[in-house]
């Protein structure tokens, strides 16, 4: 497992011109669930879906082709695979010839799921999925303070009957643990159980502002915290992360009967 001073990510890099699979780096996954008291057996189901909105390579002919990307790894794979080695690997592929695009599909994917330990999925030409993040809109709330900037490390319990609740905010930002550079992106969540104030759910979301975690890090920490508040087992979290370098991140965790809606974040 290497050290986070290791990675790819804030590193000088030099532009591969042809696939190259020793590129693509893998993140124990197990390093974070750890502080989380996540186990080999998950309490979510869940995935890490990339949008490569840049892919390109060579046909037949040898000409030019392009298309955009859909990749999905298994939240249940035993790594995640880091931003930049993939950014740096996908590069390769636009000086490679390919007789056909299944072969770029299979191409990717085998080399995913040697570095991850899991199920992916690959695919070309991926239709649009709609705009616009469900629910309330926690941004509309009046915070009575100004945020925190240290992480607020739980939730309120939530109060009252059962009821089920979908909330988004699109000011969640959290940082790199490695270069330091800001993520900012939306954050879904769905509930069915104790009803967690919104303001206090508001507030939480907008504490991760100076948070070092990767995003498929940070989605879960924000799964473990709504479970808890809520007492619910029918939920989901969704990160809708903004794109670097031509790819976007939106881990998705979810389990119970609750399916998570397909959407896209307008900044995408």
């Not at 532009?15 to 197990?30: C, N, Q």
């Not at 989605?219 to 670097?244: C, M, N, Q, T």
């Amino acid at each position: 497992m290497r050290a986070l001073s290791e990675l790819p990510l804030g590193r000088e890099s030099v532009f591969p011109t042809v696939v190259d699979p020793k590129l693509l780096v893998g993140i124990e996954r197990s390093r974070a669930r750890r502080d989380l008291g996540i186990g080999a057996a998950l309490p979510f189901r869940g995935d890490d879906e990339w949008t490569a909105f840049e892919l390109s390579w060579l046909d037949d002919a040898g000409r030019p082709a392009a298309s955009i990307a859909r990749i999905r790894v298994d939240a249940a794979s035993r790594a995640m695979v880091e931003s930049k080695s993939l950014k740096l690997y996908l590069g390769g592929f636009a000086m490679t010839r390919f007789e056909t695009k299944g072969a770029v599909v299979e191409r990717i994917r085998g080399d995913l799921i040697a570095v991850v330990g899991g199920e992916v999925s690959v695919e070309l030409d991926a239709e649009p999925a709609s705009k616009g993040a469900p629910g309330f809109c926690l941004d509309d709330l009046d915070l009575p303070r100004a945020p925190k900037f240290e992480r607020i490390p739980e939730l309120p319990l939530g109060t009252g009957a059962v009821s089920a609740e979908t909330v988004h905010s699109r000011l969640f930002r959290s940082v790199c643990p490695v270069t330091g550079q800001p993520d900012w992106g939306t954050i879904a969540i769905g509930y069915r159980g104790r009803l967690i104030d919104r303001l206090a759910l508001f507030e939480y979301l907008l504490s991760f502002l100076a948070h070092a975690g990767f995003h498929e890090d940070v989605v879960e920490r924000i799964f473990r915290a709504v479970a808890a508040a809520s007492g619910s087992e029918d939920l989901y979290v969704a990160g809708r992360f903004l794109r670097r370098g031509g790819i976007d991140i939106n881990p998705t965790r979810w389990t119970g009967g609750w399916v998570p809606p397909i959407w896209r974040d307008e900044r995408q």
